[in-house]
Nanobody, 130 residues
């Protein structure tokens, strides 16, 4: 069974940085190169929200307004990994962060709504606190 695995979360002070990683696992032939991979987050008591996605084939990206200018998404095809570099973190960024793959790649452009994504990982906790 294919699954994406997130890592890199932790506790950081406001203004700090973290880099999250998302790697495909469970199927030897699974690669991210012809896919869109998205990052989402869910804070306690809140619904899951989209943070960013990247088209790993052409590098197209999209960001939620709340993270523009602070977060950067990128893909390393050779490592089969998608990264989320997070700078200028604030307590409002505290959440469990998940990655997933867009189901309708090549047919429908991705968006930042949680529907339409698959292979969700278990998430990695990011806590921003002094």
């Amino acid at each position: 069974q294919v699954q994406l695995v997130e890592s890199g979360g932790g506790l950081v002070q406001p203004g700090g940085s973290l880099r999250l990683s998302c790697v495909g696992s469970g199927y030897a032939g699974f690669t991210v190169d012809y896919s869109a991979i998205g990052w989402f987050r869910q804070a306690p008591g809140k619904e899951r929200e989209g943070v960013s996605w990247v088209d790993c084939a052409d590098g197209t990206t999209m960001y939620a307004d709340s993270v523009k200018g602070r977060f950067t998404i990128s893909a390393d095809i050779a490592k089969n990994t998608v990264y989320l570099q997070m700078n200028g973190l604030t307590p409002e960024d505290t959440a469990i962060y998940y990655c997933a793959r867009w189901v309708d790649y090549g047919r429908i452009p991705p968006n930042l709504y949680p529907r339409g994504w698959e292979y969700w990982g278990r998430g990695t906790q990011v806590t921003v606190s002094s």
